[in-house]
Every structure is written in structure tokens, then in C-alpha cells.
């Protein structure tokens, strides 16, 4: 059994919501005084959790396993639940998206437990930017989650950021040296209409575009080939060794090469980051379902998945859900 849609897409790729809490207040994601969270009783159990990924990847033909919140390390059994995941005889390679504040503690457990790599959320090296982005004081901790990531071997150590018109577009040849000087692997994200607050504006926000000319005035830039059903365009800088990628999700859209599924913390299945649908497997958990019954709903739900997200569609809906509550 696979995880196919009816425009032959095959779903490999699943990124599992942890929580839907987080100890930053980013702009672009929540506002200062946060969201109400998801009670605990809906939230998925540890058991519950590893039940589904063991479906996705024994019965549904899952291959890749990433752990995303909310932020995931708020979720103190992460390092139990990376160990059982890569215990599972089909072994699936696993990472983690995460603003690693707290990662200066548990890369070394992660590590020991089959994390294979994690993606970090930084959008500037400047102190008073980050926290004028992020509401929180904490940068150092970002970096020295980083720099734990990399001496832990959770490579290659990948950098996700999102420019802001006026806050921090213009510091992004800077982030890109910064994050050559230390190995890193950084990848510019169109800003998405993920926000709690629906304040997202397509006019305000920074295309692939705009971010490729302005790198391109500090550095040489080369299309690589073979990006595959992955979300980001790759360049070499100034002929290598690094690279640079660009997410476009909004003004180059990936559908067409889409292999990813998302499992919410309280057990929903969304086929996309903007869908607007979702099909519950956590009823189907708590009420005796088989494990072959609930690989059928699944791939059942699978066929609901649009050809795109329709971000250009007048008729365009956002997410009733914010970023937070979906998982990246």
C-alpha cells in the first residue's frame, strides 16, 4: 500500500507535529501573547504517536520521518521517540525542524538516539533584529544550539530564514557569509500565509526573486540540477564549496514534485501546509481501529490532495490552522 494521490504523487516523506506550543513569538508565525494551545487530552500520547509513524513507514511505504512542532524539543520525550522510530525494522531516516533554543542540551541525545540531522530556524545574526523578530532576547542560545548541532554530528546542519521588507531583507548577504564561515547550509523561505493573525500580505513579502538579485550582488550564484521533490532550488556560491537554496513556495511553487504529509499533534492528516481539510486518525486510534483500517483511511485521505496549493486563486482561503499547529 502507498500513500498515492490521484495525480500520482507518492507521499515518502512525513513530518510529524509534536506540540503545537513554542517559546518564541515570531512575527510571521503567532502573536506576542501567543495562541491558546491544543489541550492536552487531544494532543497525541507517545504511544499514540509512534503507532502512526509505524503505519507510515511498515504499511505506507513512509521513508523519511521529520519531527517538527510547534517547537519539537518542548516535547521532552523526543530523544525516546527518535530512538523508536529508527528501531523500526524499515529504519527511516530521520531530522527535525526546531528554533533550537534548547538544542545546546540535547544534540548529543538526539545524536545517540539516530537523529540523522536537523533544520534550524534563524533569520539574523543581529541581536536587536532577532528580537525584534522573534519577541525574545535569545540569539546566543540559537547559536550555541547550532554549533552543539554540528559537533554532535547532525549534519549537514541546515539553516532555514525568512526575510522581512524593512527589517531584515538587507542583511541577508551577511547571514548567508556567516553561515558559510560555519558550514552551515542556509535556505531563504518565501514568508507563507501561516500566520494566526491572517496578517500576511503577498505585496509585503520578499520573493525568491528579489532575494536572488540581492545575493546576487555580493556573490556569484550557479543553478545546480537535481532538486528532485525537494523544496528548495540549489546555487552554488562563487563556485563552491557552499551553496545557497531558495524555498519559493509561493512564487515557485513545487506541487507538481510534492512527497510530503503532515500528521498534526492531535492526530489530523493534512496532504498540504495550506490545506484547508483534514482527516482524523485519532478517533481511529481511541475506538479500536487495526492497523490496516487506519493504513486504508490514510491512504484514502491521500486522494483528497489538490494538484496544488492555489495560493494564486482569488477564491484562496488560508489555513484555519497557524504554522504552530501544523508543523513545517
Not at 501567543?34 to 513512509?62: C, H, N, Q, Y
Not at 545524536?111 to 532576547?137: C, H, K, M, Y
Request: overall charge negative; some cysteine; glycine content about 8%.
Amino acid at each position: 500500500m502507498q500513500l498515492i494521490d490521484t495525480h500520482g504523487r507518492v507521499a515518502t516523506d512525513l513530518r510529524v507535529s509534536l506540540t503545537d506550543r513554542c517559546n518564541l513569538r515570531c512575527q510571521y508565525c503567532m502573536p506576542a501573547e501567543g495562541l491558546d494551545w491544543m489541550p492536552s487530552e487531544d494532543t497525541l500520547t507517545d504511544a499514540e504517536l509512534m503507532r502512526l509513524i509505524g503505519i507510515g513507514v511498515e504499511i505506507l511505504g513512509v521513508r523519511d520521518v521529520r519531527f517538527t512542532g510547534g517547537e519539537p524539543l518542548l516535547r521532552r520525550s523526543l530523544p525516546e521517540l527518535v530512538a523508536a522510530t529508527k528501531a523500526l525494522p524499515s529504519k527511516p531516516r530521520t531530522a527535525m525542524t526546531s528554533n533550537g533554543l534548547g538544542l545546546k542540551h540535547t544534540a548529543k541525545a538526539l545524536a545517540a538516539a539516530g537523529l540523522d540531522r536537523v533544520n534550524i530556524s534563524l533569520d539574523t545574526t543581529d541581536p536587536a533584529t532577532f528580537e525584534q523578530i522573534t519577541r525574545r532576547n535569545r540569539l546566543h542560545d540559537v547559536v550555541d544550539g547550532l554549533a552543539a548541532a554540528r559537533e554532535a554530528g547532525l549534519a549537514p546542519v541546515k539553516v532555514n530564514a525568512v526575510l522581512l521588507r524593512g527589517i531584515n531583507d538587507a542583511e541577508a548577504p551577511d547571514l548567508l557569509r556567516w553561515c558559510m564561515k560555519h558550514d552551515y547550509e542556509l535556505r531563504f523561505i518565501e514568508q507563507m500565509p501561516l500566520d494566526a493573525q491572517h496578517g500576511w500580505n503577498r505585496e509585503a513579502m520578499i520573493t525568491a526573486d528579489e532575494t536572488l538579485t540581492l545575493l546576487g550582488e555580493h556573490f556569484r550564484l550557479t543553478g545546480l540540477d537535481g532538486r528532485g521533490s525537494a523544496p528548495a532550488e540549489k546555487f552554488l556560491v562563487d563556485d563552491g564549496p557552499h551553496t545557497v537554496g531558495i524555498i519559493g513556495s509561493v512564487t515557485r511553487p513545487f506541487c507538481g514534485d510534492c512527497n510530503r504529509v503532515r500528521l498534526t499533534a492531535d492526530g489530523q492528516i493534512l496532504n498540504c501546509l495550506f490545506a484547508r481539510e483534514e482527516s482524523d486518525l485519532r478517533t481511529a486510534l481511541r475506538t479500536g481501529a487495526s492497523d490496516e483500517e487506519i493504513a486504508r483511511r490514510w491512504a484514502a485521505a491521500m486522494m483528497t490532495k489538490l494538484p496544488g496549493h492555489g495560493i494564486d486563486d482569488p477564491t484562496f482561503l488560508q489555513s484555519s490552522r497557524p504554522m504552530s499547529s501544523i508543523g513545517g
